[in-house]
């Protein structure tokens, strides 16, 4: 059990995506949220006091979470020793970086003379079955993007909130880090095993109620040339009765890879619509989520008048105006 509440560690984070971890958290879970603590060079803010380790500590803080999500998710050498008077602090630390803090044989060492706990969420805790491709009772619905860090997470959470508000039985199934730091379980999907990444989306969201639906996380992007796979297996193994497209319009290049341009909404839906038909034939894609914080509200509305007006679909920004149109049309869907 990671104990709360959080100090979020920004640490040099190169602009506000990289640190979507921190920022995941401070908006689903403000109460776990109590301060930032920035190094020299941060470029990220989550509006939060900046505060030094003593003062976290005396303002009730119990973990330092990395809130930093770089690529190839390693600790860089610039935070070991903030790391490591963190724990002669008396936190716990608590990580989704592939580069795991229990490999740090220094914090190993800190944390066992300190007797503080390293956690490592991205870590698989369950041996996870091959995928079998039965079908399975309850229903399904899946966010898919034209990239990666998109608002697939935000979009499936808002998701689930819409939908119990209108009394629908819905649960959000986290796949990644910060998914899982907010509701505490899940599957650290892009850390198993390629043979097994269908089935612990299988084991993720098994037989359930005829009308409950499990609002899977979505990762990656059936486009991008890094991340490709884990969309695939949350695809197969997720067996979606619904996805919901994702986009953000203010990209001019795939996340991390400046030589490849972002696809079309319709390029996305038609090819996740031919992947998800493999495994249910029945699949629709039944809404567009469109993330437009780097837009005003003016260019914002005017955007997703103009994908709906195209696309045919429901197209909201669920952060801004909630996901209730949305949850409408999955349970148009019966």
Same mark, same amino acid.
């Given at each position: 059990?990671?104990? #709360?509440?959080y100090l979020?560690?920004?640490?040099?984070?190169?602009?506000?995506?990289?640190?979507?971890?921190?920022q995941?958290?401070?908006? =689903?879970?403000?109460?776990?949220?109590?301060?930032?603590?920035?190094?020299?060079? *941060?470029?990220?803010?989550?509006?939060?006091? %900046?505060?030094?380790?003593?003062?976290?500590?005396?303002?009730?803080?119990? #973990?330092?979470?990395?809130g930093v999500?770089?690529?190839?998710?390693?600790?860089?050498?610039? =935070?070991?020793?903030?790391?490591?008077?963190?724990?002669?602090?008396?936190?716990?630390?608590a990580?989704?970086?592939?580069?795991?803090?229990?490999? !740090?044989?220094?914090?190993?060492?800190?944390?066992?003379?300190?007797?503080? #706990?390293?956690?490592? &969420?991205?870590?698989p805790?369950?041996?996870?079955?091959?995928a079998?491709?039965?079908?399975?009772?309850?229903?399904?619905?899946?966010?898919?993007?034209?990239? *990666?860090? &998109?608002?697939?997470?935000?979009?499936g959470?808002?998701?689930?909130?819409?939908?119990?508000e209108?009394?629908?039985?819905?649960?959000?199934?986290?796949?990644?880090q910060?998914?899982?730091?907010?509701?505490g379980e899940?599957?650290?999907?892009?850390?198993?095993?390629?043979?097994f990444?269908?089935?612990?989306?299988? =084991?993720?969201?098994?037989?359930? %109620?005829?009308?409950? =639906?499990?609002v899977i996380e979505?990762?990656?992007?059936?486009?991008?040339?890094?991340?490709?796979?884990?969309?695939?297996?949350?695809?197969h193994?997720?067996?979606?009765?619904?996805? &919901?497209? *994702?986009?953000?319009?203010?990209?001019?290049?795939?996340?991390g890879?400046?030589?490849?341009?972002?696809?079309?909404?319709e !390029?996305v839906?038609?090819?996740?619509l031919?992947?998800?038909?493999?495994v249910?034939?029945?699949? !629709?894609?039944?809404?567009i989520?469109?993330?437009?914080?780097?837009? %005003?509200?003016a260019a914002?509305?005017?955007?997703?008048?103009?994908?709906?007006?195209?696309?045919?679909?429901?197209?909201?920004?669920?952060?801004?105006?909630?996901?209730?149109r949305?949850?409408?049309?999955l349970?148009?869907?019966?």
């Open positions: 059990m990671i104990e #709360t509440p979020l560690f920004l640490g040099d984070a190169p602009d506000p995506l990289a640190a979507k971890v921190a995941g958290i401070r908006d =689903w879970r403000p109460d776990y949220s109590i301060g930032q603590l920035r190094l020299d060079g *941060c470029k990220a803010d989550m509006r939060l006091p %900046d505060m030094t380790l003593e003062e976290a500590r005396d303002a009730g803080a119990k #973990t330092l979470v990395i999500a770089n690529r190839g998710g390693i600790i860089s050498e610039t =935070w070991r020793s903030v790391l490591g008077d963190a724990l002669r602090a008396g936190f716990d630390i990580s989704g970086l592939h580069n795991l803090l229990r490999d !740090e044989p220094e914090l190993v060492r800190i944390a066992r003379e300190e007797g503080r #706990t390293l956690h490592d &969420v991205r870590v805790t369950v041996k996870y079955p091959i079998n491709g039965e079908k399975r009772k309850g229903k399904r619905v899946l966010a898919v993007g034209t990239d *990666c860090s &998109v608002g697939k997470m935000y979009t959470l808002a998701l689930e909130k819409a939908m119990s209108k009394g629908m039985k819905a649960t959000f199934r986290a796949t990644g910060t998914g899982i730091l907010i509701t899940g599957v650290p999907l892009d850390a198993v095993i390629a043979d990444m269908a089935g612990s989306v299988e =084991w993720l969201t098994p037989d359930n %109620d005829d009308d409950h =639906w499990d979505g990762q990656g992007s059936l486009f991008h040339a890094s991340y490709s796979g884990v969309t695939l297996a949350l695809i193994g997720g067996q979606p009765d619904a996805l &919901v497209l *994702c986009h953000e319009p203010t990209r001019t290049h795939m996340r890879l400046p030589g490849y341009g972002l696809p079309t909404l !390029e839906r038609d090819l996740s031919q992947m998800a038909r493999r249910n034939e029945g699949c !629709e894609v039944v809404g989520s469109i993330n437009t914080y780097g837009m %005003d509200q914002a509305d005017a955007y997703l008048a103009e994908v709906e007006d195209r696309m045919g679909l429901p197209t909201v920004d669920p952060f801004r105006q909630g996901a209730g949305l949850a409408d049309a349970k148009a869907l019966g």
